[in-house]
Structure formats: structure tokens, C-alpha cells
């Protein structure tokens, strides 16, 4: 199972963000299974989405991706590990790019993060920009 987290630099959840603050996002994974699972969680193979509504926002996918590895991890039933988080840039993303050197920035409004580990999609997280 994955889970689609926003928050702060430190690791903190948080539900909405100034227009001073920058917002880091960030997934877990956790085995539901019965058994020890061994899973590819590498930058290769995640993805962040966000949306306002139906409107793709920004992706991941739009990013340069190339030299990323894959990084297997062995989780024991129950067992959670928790990624680091990422700075998104509160910018719109393209096949430009996904930054703020080369994309427009996105306005205060609610969004909505998921994210995608090697094919296991989280459900959505909400946030708000102010």
C-alpha cells in the first residue's frame, strides 16, 4: 500500500500552506501482506500527481528522469517505510519541464497529491494554497 503525503521540510503533515511556504511531498509504502515483501520503492519507478478537480496540475513525469535507480527495500508484514521529502515548487508542470525556472507558477486554490510506487497508486491527498 502506498500513501501520498504533503507537508513541511521536517517531515510534518500539514493541510494547507501560506503563500510564503513552499509544500514537500512525500510517500510511505507499507506490506498489508501476510509475508516478507520484497519491492522496487526507487525514484525510477515513483511518480507525484497533482490535480485542482480534473485538471492535471503537475507531474513528475514531466521531470528530467534520466540516471534514476531503482532501489529494492524487504519489508516484513506490518512494516512501513517512509521516503524524504521533496519540494514542489507550487508550479505548473509541462514537457518543458517541472520547475520554477521554466514553468508557470500555480495559484491559491485546493489540490490534490497521489502518488505512484512501481504501479501501486496511493489515494489522493488534499491540500489547500493560500
Do not use: H
Not at 65 to 92: F, I
Amino acid at each position: 500500500m502506498a500513501t501520498a503525503i504533503v507537508g513541511r521540510e521536517d517531515g510534518t503533515e500539514a493541510e494547507s500552506f501560506d503563500t510564503a511556504e513552499q509544500p514537500y511531498i512525500w510517500f510511505t509504502i507499507k506490506n498489508v501482506g501476510a509475508v516478507t515483501c520484497t519491492f522496487n520503492a526507487g525514484p525510477a519507478v515513483q511518480f507525484f500527481t497533482i490535480r485542482s478537480g480534473n485538471e492535471l496540475i503537475w507531474s513528475s513525469k514531466d521531470c528530467l528522469r534520466k540516471g534514476l535507480e531503482d532501489n529494492y527495500v524487504s519489508l516484513e508484514p506490518g512494516q512501513s517505510q517512509v521516503r524524504n521529502p521533496t519540494p514542489w515548487e507550487r508550479v505548473r508542470s509541462s514537457s518543458t519541464g517541472c520547475n520554477a525556472e521554466t514553468e508557470a507558477p500555480v495559484i491559491s486554490g485546493a489540490y490534490n497529491l497521489t502518488a505512484e510506487v512501481n504501479g501501486v497508486l496511493s489515494d489522493g491527498n488534499q491540500f489547500l494554497l493560500n
